[in-house]
């Protein structure tokens, strides 16, 4: 009976190593949620489970990965590391879509005005989402012309939409200042 058990394990740990030999940095595949932590899903790749981070699952803000996938759906995902000796594999699900700060500059240059919803107030201004993946900031003293507020709530609240005009671009760290139409 011993020998059986061993046996099984030792064939198991061999399918294992096969499929960590077979994946290659950059295959996509397809896989299983099998596990939602809160940083991150855990993928089922058919006999190892791959990590996909909370950072690799989106362009954008996740908060929790739950929020976007459930335990049994079937995902695609990108092969970003593999260490074959720790068994470990990292994946990427945002790295199956080109990265929407690509063309930031073309489709919001400075002067232009775009509809956003606001997705986050903090002390100092607004930040708004004008698309996927693609946040702005609305810094308090751009939030009225009109008067001096003391907090960023006083004019706009979580899911509003806004009218607002691009300020200024940093594409190298991913910030754009707005200011509300």
């Known amino acids: 009976m011993t020998k059986n058990i061993e046996k099984k394990r030792s064939s198991e740990l061999t399918d294992r190593r096969k499929l960590l030999l077979n994946l290659k940095l950059g295959d996509v595949i397809s896989g299983v949620v099998a596990i939602i932590p809160d940083f991150g899903l855990f993928i089922d790749l058919g006999g190892i489970d791959g ?11 996740v908060s929790h990965p739950s ?5 049994g ?4 995902v990108k092969v970003l590391f ?3 000796e720790a068994e470990r594999v990292l994946l990427g699900i945002k790295q199956l879509s080109e990265d929407p700060w690509l063309k930031v500059p073309e489709n919001y240059p400075v002067g232009t005005a775009a509809t956003a919803i606001v997705v986050n107030i903090l002390s100092y201004g607004a930040f708004v989402r004008l698309e996927r993946g693609i946040e702005g900031l609305i810094h308090i003293s751009d939030l009225s012309s009109a008067k ?16 607002v005009i691009v300020l200024s671009l940093d594409i190298s760290r991913q910030e754009i200042s707005l200011r509300l139409k």
Do not use: N
């Open 82 to 84: 593999v260490d074959i």
């Open 148 to 163: 001096a507020i003391q907090h960023p709530s006083e004019v706009v609240a979580i899911d509003d939409e806004v009218e």
């Open 51 to 61: 990590l996909c981070t909370l950072t690799d699952m989106s362009w954008g803000r």
């Open 73 to 76: 759906d079937k995902i695609r």
């Open 67 to 71: 929020d976007f996938y459930k335990v």
